[in-house]
């Protein structure tokens, strides 16, 4: 389970996002790290037998920065106010389908999976993974329990035209139209700081799957 001091350390952070508060709690923040990585450690472990290649994973190879790019971005802010981690197939480093675990304070913790603005190659190859096994790919986002947990697919950025090389009256045309193909669900601070939060995570994940199996084979 994951440390109500981890929670309250982005809290903080949240409202005090500069280097010098930062450099001042840093113990705070190696401490917070540390108990995120025990935490992802877990999740990992308990993910093994829906996903092998989990197997020896460590967390420090799932687990994304904290410290923001700032370089190019309008927002100078330095630091985000979540920790994330990414794991699936591959580590956080693949740009394949893959789950997502985001923890930051305020009810805005979730649980996420499938892949983000593919490359266009891997977009034009999941279009045509749906497009030809549709029955199959619209009966794993409508399937009860799917629906209840995540609702529909994210659909940010969708295009409002369909997509060269397809027909308006074509059956999964609003699917062929997304641009990224993600779902998630929200968590609670009270679950994500529960004694039962990795077993819930890993029935998200169980849900999932079919999920990302599904886009990992046109991608991977």
């Not at 949240?14 to 877990?42: G, H, L, Q």
């Not at 997502?100 to 490359?119: D, R």
Request: glycine share 8%.
């Amino acid at each position: 389970m994951l440390h109500k001091n981890t929670l309250q350390f982005l809290a903080e952070l949240n409202e005090n996002n500069n280097k010098v508060w930062f450099d001042e709690n840093r113990p705070k923040y190696e401490a917070a790290k540390k108990d995120f990585e025990t935490f992802v450690t877990e999740v990992l472990q308990a993910n093994v037998p829906l996903i092998p290649e989990l197997e020896g994973r460590k967390a420090k190879d799932c687990i994304f920065r904290i410290f923001k790019d700032v370089r190019f971005s309008k927002d100078k802010i330095p630091y985000k106010n979540n920790f994330g981690a990414g794991f699936g197939k591959g580590d956080k480093k693949v740009h394949a389908a893959g789950f997502y675990l985001h923890v930051q304070p305020g009810g805005h913790s979730f649980m996420g999976g499938g892949i983000w603005m593919p490359e266009s190659n891997d977009l034009k190859a999941i279009r045509q993974e749906i497009d030809y096994n549709f029955p199959e790919f619209s009966g794993i986002v409508n399937h009860k329990p799917f629906k209840k947990m995540f609702g529909d697919i994210n659909s940010e950025d969708k295009l409002k035209k369909k997509p060269q090389g397809y027909e308006e009256n074509n059956p999964a045309i609003e699917y062929l139209k997304l641009k990224s193909f993600t779902v998630g669900t929200n968590i609670s601070d009270k679950d994500i700081l529960g004694k039962t939060i990795v077993s819930q995570l890993h029935n998200i994940v169980k849900e999932m799957k079919p999920f990302v199996d599904f886009l990992n084979r046109a991608v991977v």
